[in-house]
């Protein structure tokens, strides 16, 4: 029952609070606060700041620790996620229109001045530029490629307010193996026997897929071990 209050106070302003108080209301809320629940209040901020603060309690909470942040962290924390943000949108403008950059940024940035244009164009130090190369997603890991999947449902998907529990806590699942890097466990049974095969924490999906669908195709697990090490050299 608390929970559920406690949800809907998110859902109705406790996200629009001033850093101050929303710190208050999630340290003393914090032990009954879900995944959730935490998401829809970072999903609901209307500043960054109240975003760094709900991103610092889901980090807490990830990693079982208590939650501690001031606001004086948050603001300063803010302040340079925003200023990255205007430097981006700035070289950006800069590299499209060098002619009519001011008047394009003072658009966003009413207050903008020259000198901080020549601040944000200074680039400290040069880096090589790095080979376009793109990752087909079945070679990223099992775990990493749900949760791209999964990301991709609350973003771009209407679901409903179940579902997206269901979801952020097998977000949160997949990222807590990734970080211990738990090996990957899938279970096989045949007739009456039971054999459990262990994985790599970052065994590639393709992998993972093409193992479950030779359980299928087999009825032994000594077909099953054959078929999988004809298939990968290395075996299991």
Not at 115 to 127: A, E
Request: some cysteine; glycine content about 4%; charged content about 25%.
């Amino acid at each position: 029952m608390i929970v559920k209050t406690t949800s809907l106070a998110l859902n109705t302003g406790i996200a629009c609070l001033s850093p101050n108080d929303l710190i208050t209301f999630l340290k003393s809320n914090f032990n009954i606060l879900t995944y959730p629940t935490l998401f829809k209040g970072l999903e609901n901020s209307n500043t960054i700041v109240n975003q760094v603060i709900f991103r610092a309690a889901i980090n807490c909470k990830q990693e079982n620790k208590e939650f501690i942040i001031s606001a004086e962290f948050a603001y300063k924390k803010a302040n340079g996620i925003a200023l990255n943000r205007r430097k981006r949108f700035v070289r950006r403008i800069w590299k499209k229109t060098p002619l009519f950059a001011m008047s394009f940024i003072k658009e966003r940035y009413k207050d903008y001045t020259e000198d901080q244009l020549l601040s944000d164009l200074l680039i400290n130090k040069k880096y090589k530029k790095r080979p376009k190369f793109k990752k087909r997603p079945s070679s990223f890991g099992l775990r990493v490629s749900q949760i791209q999947k999964l990301a991709g449902l609350l973003r771009f998907s209407d679901v409903l307010e179940v579902e997206r529990n269901t979801i952020c806590n097998k977000i949160v699942g997949y990222e807590n193996s990734l970080k211990h890097k738990l090996p990957i466990l899938l279970t096989v049974r045949y007739d009456n026997e039971t054999m459990v095969y262990q994985f790599p924490w970052n065994e590639t999906e393709t992998k993972i897929k093409t193992f479950v669908s030779l359980t299928k195709k087999f009825s032994s697990f000594k077909e099953l071990d054959e078929g999988f090490k004809n298939k990968f050299s290395y075996g299991i």
